[in-house]
């Protein structure tokens, strides 16, 4: 999951996803973004992206530089380089409420409160690729407090 909002022009924001293909020679990942077309105003070979289908765009996504004051040093700064990622594959409904998601498999058997489903549902871009992976069709306002 991508964690940057560098580039929002290519319709790549925090929680855009997608998975690496590719290294290029100095280590910086490749990365293709599936359900993410690329803009009309944008061609290949420029803004990072390397190639692009109907669907789909690969772009370099080159480590960010991070900065952050050491409390323990007044005055000093510690700055370290790291790809703009975290592994994606499950996050809770809280944690989802920052992010635009291009795609999502819900699980919501156990959500608390009826609002719930709705924060889950409403982070994801393109409701075609949502998915629902749960038998419980249970009314959530019907569930039992925890």
Known sequence: MYTSNAKAKLGLCHGSI???????????????????????????????VRDAGATWIEVECPAVEFEARVHSSPGMVAVRKQVPFVLGWAITVHRSQSLTLSEAVLDLAHAFEAGIDHAALSRVSNKANLEYDNDDDVDPSKRPRR
């Open 18 to 48: 997608g998975w690496i293909t590719d290294y290029m020679a100095d280590g910086t990942p490749i990365v293709r973004f599936p359900h993410t077309p690329l803009p009309h105003d944008v061609a290949v070979k420029s803004m990072g």
